[in-house]
Nanobody, 126 residues
């Protein structure tokens, strides 16, 4: 099992930047697929970005493509989401998620593919 804790949420100005971190603890010696999701009040949880276990591949949802960057530092057990050119529609609770990797190429932004979740961190853009 792995435990996930997100950091770095808060308030930002439109056009500004925020960086979220997700620190993993527990069975971090295994390979994990990881991703960021977000959920607005009354909305469904949607995938934002996903990254392969080694960090060499990533995918993004169209609304954040070119503005957000997902990275990971496996030596620190940390996942990051750099958010640039923020927009009010980026306002949401952001969650990191992980699941054991079957190979080195797993990439998914489907919530059902992930078994481990953080508690979320709120991002508000005005």
């Amino acid at each position: 099992h792995v435990q996930l804790v997100e950091y770095g949420g808060g308030s930002g100005q439109a056009g500004g930047s925020l960086t979220l971190s997700c620190v993993a603890s527990g069975s971090t010696d295994r390979k994990y697929c990881m991703a960021w999701f977000r959920q607005s009040p009354g909305g469904e949880r949607e995938g934002v970005a996903a990254i392969s276990p080694g960090g060499g591949s990533s995918i993004y949802t169209d609304p954040v493509q070119g503005r957000f960057t997902i990275t990971r530092d496996n030596s620190k057990g940390t996942l990051y989401l750099r958010m640039d050119s923020l927009k009010p529609e980026d306002t949401a609770m952001y969650y990191c998620a992980a699941d054991l990797a079957q190979d080195d190429t797993c990439l998914s932004m489907s919530p059902s593919k992930y078994n481990y979740w953080g508690q979320g961190t709120q991002v508000t853009v005005s």
